[in-house]
Each structure stands twice: as C-alpha cells, then as structure tokens.
C-alpha cells in the first residue's frame, strides 16, 4: 500500500487547537444555550433523583456536606463541560458528583475517602438507565399533577395557563387580573415545589437490583 | 445565615431567575445583575442551570398531557382528566390544546445544509436530523410512525409495546419498540445501523416484499431500493464500536474518517456544505484519509486534506478544488 495516511485532527475553525476534549474548554460549543439546557432537561434531570439517593447515603452525617450544594455545584460544572463531550450523562453525573464530595471532605478533613470508592459510582454509573426505566408518558404526568395538587390554588392556575395553555405571562396577568409580578411570584413558587416534589425517588422505577430478585423468584 | 437558609436562598433566586426570563428579555441592567449573580458562585450556576432545565421539561410533560389525553382514556388517570377537562372548558383552553396535540400528530421537521438538530417526541424518544433532512412524525395510538423523506435522523426510542416505533424512508420500515438505530436514504439504498436493541426491517414496494430482517446491536443493513436491488436478500453486517462511532460522529457534530478514501470523505464532508470540495485530481480521490472534522468546516477538511497529500486548495466557482 502506497497510499498516504495522515492524521490530521483540526480544531474548530480558525482555533488551530486540536480537538482534544480535555485541551478545549466549551467555548465553542456547537449547541445554542436553549438546546444545550434542553439537553440537561433530557440526559441529566432524569437522573437526578437516583444520584441524589446515592449521595444521601454517602454524606449522612457529615458536617459540610449537603445534598442540595453538592447538586448545584455537580451541574455547575457538567454545564461548563458541554453537552457534546458528555457520552454517557448518567455515568457522568455520578462521577462529578462523588468529585464534588471528595473535595468537600478532603477541604473538611473530616473522613477517609475510601468510603467512596470508585467501584461502588461506578457500579450505579453502569446500571444504565435503559429506555424501559425511564417513567412512562402516563406516569410522568401522573407526577407531576401529584405535585401541581401541592400548589395553592392561584399558583396552580398561573402554571397550568403557562405550561398547559401556553399563555404568556403578561397574558396570565390579564386573565387572573393581577399584576405581572405577582405571575411571577405564583410561577417562582410553583417552580420550586414542582422541582421539589420530582427530585425526590421516582416512584415507578425498580432498580436492577430488585428486578434481578423478582426474576429469581420466578424461577424458582 | 446558615447553610440551609443559604441553599434555600440560592435555589430561591435562581428559580426567579429562570421565571423572569421566561417572562421576555432582559433588560440591559437586569442582564449585568443576572451575569454577576452567575459569576460569583459555582453554585449559583447549577442551581440555575438545573432550575432552567426542569422549567423547560414541563413543556414537555404538558405535550404529553395535552397530545394523549383525549385520544385515550385511562381509568387512572381518571381524576386528572377531569381536572383538565374543567380547566379547558372554564378557562376557554380547548384551542390551544388542540393545537398541542395536532402540532405533534402532524409533525415536519425540517434541516438545512450544514444544520443538525435534537428532537424531543411526546413520548419521550430523541431524534437527531442530520444535514439537509426532512421526516414526518405520525403519532397514532397503536403506531408511533416517522416517515423520513430525505436525508438521515437517528433515534432512542423510549420503551413502549403497545405502541411500536416505525420509521418509514421510502419503501422500506424499520420497526422498533425500545432501542436506539439511525436511518440514512441514499439516492439507491436505505442504510439502517442499530446501536442498542434490535430493530425489524421490511422492504414492501416494487414487485417483491422483502422478508422481515432482524438486525441487532452494532450490526447494520443496507437495504435497496426496490428497483434496484429487486428481490436480493437484505445482507446484515456487522460493525465494530469504533466504526459506529465514526458512523454516527455527526450527532456530536463531528465527521471521523479512519482510512476511507479521499473521494469517500470529500462526499460526506459536502453533505453538510453549501460550499463543496471537488477533487481535481482522480489518483488523489484514492488516497486513504484520516481525521476528524466539525461539521460544515469544510475549509479546515479541504486545507487538512491538502497538507496531507502534498495538494493545494484553489477556490473557485464556488467550490474547493483540490490538485496537486
């Protein structure tokens, strides 16, 4: 074979940096901002309460570690490394998150590190969430009218004219009469109750591990 | 302030954030105020962020709603659907529901040259449209079918067997029920790669219908259109990570080339350019080529392939020429 081969790995245009994701902070990032937090609502959210299990078992008790912060930080910086390096978010979000609390504890010399092991992240890292656990479309709603049913009655009114009448704020202000701000303050506070609500364990996922002992039951 | 208050208080501006520029643009003021509130704290960032993202998933949730409600009822769901249907008639939303769901059951979408896109469906499968592409969604309450009619998409098909996942491109379906493939039509052939799962292909038109072929995990089929491959078996072949990842690079925006040849490459670059690479030079087309490239950057492949082989890149007419 006479041929040439040439390995040439040419960055984003006119950068002249190779395209090493490890070399190339997300300064160019092919995805716009709207579809790059689109992807976060996709890949990572859906993950967020098992990892949020995890970590709650592995900070009980332990002075400056706090779920909440842990969490903020974690998708602090798997925003800054960009959707389109991330491969496998579940795996991804897992790793960050136990980064985070290793420097936690390493700044608050409180703990031995080899409570957490690699091993173990990694184990649920690899648990995949296949299609079959995520929540189905009925179960998804089911959710989320549960948590809407928390909201008062004018908070729930303006979420619903937003989200299922895709009414525009100014609008929702004109049909409830009521002022622009206190839209605001109703869909501020349906937000956070929402999110509160969804952050918790999904109730209609199984984990690998008791599909396994249902199945050994069966065979039994 | 304690740890706790401070989170809640983070969580608590972040969330007004989020809901303030729902409500219209910035202003240039608010805007510096928002930017200085994300830059002072790594925190600040991932609650917003995160606020963000679960704002914008109820949209979908809502399609949801909106897009299976009234087409099929469930006993469980018994008590929403009268809240909703109350909720409609009182406060005059039939319209606009309506609208949700037609928008999704007739669903065209669309990509330019150069252009790849992420999708969500109501039903939580992903798509992604690569360069100069068209499909169709058309949802119904035993079928989810997407007819692509040019180009390329891939899928992740959220798992459902009452309602298999059908992609139609010409005259032949590839059928699914949970699993991830991409669909490709050619001017002669249909090419299906199957990254998870294990899809179904048929080919119906012409005079022969080809038989079902299962096509697994990491295997491919290149199937041909009826009138020109007539009755050929369907011929599954086998592709190794490495050559998925080369295949399916476009979703992240990249194109791989591992050995092809120079022509080869050239062909798949000019699928994402308005501005096209044309080899002058036939015994430079068969070189074998190896790099990895953004999308639609073209330039940077046309002066990559030159520095490789000695060439030079002339511009002219609207196209890259190559010669040597």
């Keep these: 074979m006479t041929d040439q081969t040439a390995l040439i790995v040419p960055g984003p245009p006119g950068s002249g940096e190779p395209l090493d994701p ?40 332990l002075p400056d570690c706090h779920v909440d912060e842990i969490v903020q930080e974690t998708y602090a910086r798997l925003w800054a490394v960009g959707a389109e390096r991330i491969l496998n978010p579940r795996a991804y979000f897992f790793v960050t998150a136990r ?13 031995s590190i080899e409570t957490m092991a690699d091993v173990e992240v990694l184990d649920i890292a690899h648990q995949d969430v296949g299609p079959e656990r995520r929540l189905s479309g009925r179960e998804e709603i089911e959710r989320v009218r549960q948590a809407m049913a928390k909201l008062p009655p004018k908070c729930r009114e303006a979420f619903e004219l937003r989200k299922f009448g895709e009414l525009s704020q100014r609008e929702i202000a004109q049909r409830m009469q009521l002022s622009e701000s206190t839209v605001e303050k109703h ?34 | 302030m304690s ?59 809502a399609a949801l709603a909106a897009g299976r409600a009234p087409v099929k009822p469930q006993p469980a769901a018994w008590q929403w659907q009268r809240a909703a249907a109350i909720a409609a008639v009182t406060l005059g939303l039939i319209a606009s529901l309506a609208f949700v769901s037609s928008r999704y059951l007739a669903g065209r979408e669309s990509t330019q040259i150069g252009e790849v896109r992420r999708l969500t469906l109501e039903d939580g499968s992903a798509l992604s449209l690569n360069t100069a592409s068209v499909l169709q969604v058309k949802y119904a309450d035993d079928e989810r079918r997407i007819v692509l009619r040019e ?31 991409s669909v490709r039509m050619r001017r002669h052939d249909v090419e299906v ?49 490495k050559e998925i990842e080369r295949r399916l690079a476009w979703q992240d925006g990249r194109l791989v080339f591992q050995g092809e040849a120079l022509a080869n490459a050239v062909d798949e670059v000019n699928r994402y350019s308005q501005l096209p690479v044309v080899i002058d030079d036939p015994g430079l087309g068969r ?32 196209a890259l020429h190559l010669r040597d």
């Excluded at chain 1, 980064?99 to 703990?111: D, F, P």
């Excluded at chain 2, 179904?200 to 299962?214: D, W």
């Design chain 2, 287 to 318: 070189k074998s080529f190896v790099g990895v490239f953004r999308v639609g950057d073209t330039r940077a492949f046309a002066q990559a392939a030159a520095a490789a082989f000695d060439a030079q890149v002339h511009e002219e007419d609207g």
């Design chain 1, 99 to 111: 980064h985070v609390v290793g420097e936690v504890l390493r700044r608050s010399r409180v703990v």
């Design chain 2, 151 to 181: 180009g390329e998409a891939s899928f992740q098909v959220a798992h459902d067997e009452q309602r298999p996942f059908v992609v139609q491109a010409g005259d032949v379906s590839v059928r699914a029920v949970g699993t991830a493939f």
């Design chain 2, 193 to 241: 790669v199957v990254t998870e799962g294990v899809v179904e292909v048929v080919r119906n038109g012409g005079t022969s219908r080809i038989a079902a072929e299962r096509v697994k995990r990491n295997q491919e089929v290149v199937v041909a259109t009826a009138e020109q491959g007539g009755a050929k078996p369907l011929a599954v072949a086998a592709l190794d990570e």
């Design chain 1, 22 to 61: 490890a070399a190339q902070p997300c300064r160019n990032p092919p995805m716009d901002r709207s579809e790059h937090v689109r992807w976060f609502a996709r890949e990572v959210l859906p993950h967020e309460a098992d990892v949020r299990r995890w970590l709650g078992r592995r900070v009980r008790g």
């Design chain 2, 3 to 61: 740890i706790v208050s401070e989170i809640d208080d983070i969580e608590e501006t972040a969330t007004r954030w989020v809901i303030r520029l729902d409500g219209g643009a910035l202003q240039d003021a608010e805007q510096r105020e928002l930017d200085a509130w994300l830059a002072a704290d790594t925190r600040h960032l991932g609650a917003f962020v995160r606020a963000q993202a679960a704002w914008i998933d109820m949209d979908r949730v």
């Design chain 1, 187 to 220: 869909l501020v506070k349906a937000l956070r109750v929402i999110m509160s609500e969804l952050q918790e364990s999904d109730p209609g996922t199984k984990l690998p591990a008791r599909k396994g002992h249902e199945y050994r039951q069966r065979n039994r």
